[in-house]
């Protein structure tokens, strides 16, 4: 069963801990993305990467860290720098490089107390 | 730096009626145009794209468009159906091959039984 699949679904953490978002998809892809959605939003894209042991700064990348490691997983830290770290985030996936044809996560809720 | 608009920001039909939305992108040489359905706690599914060497294409009950010229592309739904109901995003292709796309700010579709 191919696909991308995040992990957990909801996660609950204190202000001030950092915080792994998992994200894996088994479609061979070499382009994965990571963005950020608020409510009544659209999708604020965070960090992406196009290629293994690569990635790239997106439009709101402070207080975020990521790495790829390994073609199918591309974890995302959610730091104690990050200001407003309660969100929906959304992993992508991409066989272009180019950032066509992105397929999507079921995404993770994030909520900081 | 690239922008996409969205319009409306929710739309009501009845079932049966045909629903149009429409976005608007800032930069010429963005080249390709994926339109997104989202339901409530999912993550966005790719319904449609377009590149920009095409006018139009339809697939069963939605059809996308574009005008390179006035830089707007729409997303057409006929027959509407309660199961239509949704937030639906329209995005754009930074240029330059970066990976990146753009989301407007969302449509919320609502058909009335």
């Known amino acids: 069963d191919g696909g991308i699949t995040q992990s957990p679904k909801y996660l609950f953490r204190k202000e001030g801990q950092n915080v792994t978002l998992s994200c894996e998809q088994n479609l061979n892809h070499d382009a994965m993305y990571w963005y950020r959605q608020d409510p009544g939003q659209g999708l604020r894209l965070i960090y992406y990467?196009?290629?293994?042991?690569?990635?790239q700064k997106g439009d709101i990348a402070e207080g975020y860290s990521v790495s790829r490691e390994k073609k199918e997983s591309f974890p995302l830290t959610v730091t104690s720098a990050q200001k407003n770290p309660t969100a929906f985030y959304l992993c992508?996936?991409?066989?272009?490089?180019?950032?066509?044809?992105?397929?999507f996560g079921p995404g993770t809720r994030l909520t900081v107390t | 730096g690239e922008n996409v608009e969205q319009h409306p920001s929710t739309l009501s039909v009845q079932e049966g009626d045909s629903a149009v939305i429409k976005c608007t992108y800032s930069?010429?040489?963005?080249?390709?145009f994926p339109w997104y359905k989202q339901e409530l706690g999912k993550g966005p599914q790719l319904i449609i794209d377009i590149r920009s060497n095409v006018g139009e294409k339809k697939d069963q009950r939605i059809a996308v468009t574009l005008n390179k010229t006035a830089k707007h592309f729409s997303l057409h739904i006929t027959e509407t159906q309660p199961e239509d109901s949704a937030v639906y995003f329209c995005?754009?292709?930074?240029?330059?091959?970066?990976?990146?796309?753009?989301f407007g700010q969302g449509t919320t579709l609502q058909v009335k039984p």
């Open positions: 930069d010429s040489a963005s080249n390709y």
């Open positions: 995005a754009a292709s930074y240029p330059s091959n970066t990976g990146k796309l753009i």
């Open positions: 992508a996936s991409s066989s272009s490089r180019e950032g066509l044809e992105q397929y």
């Open positions: 990467s196009q290629i293994v042991n690569d990635f």
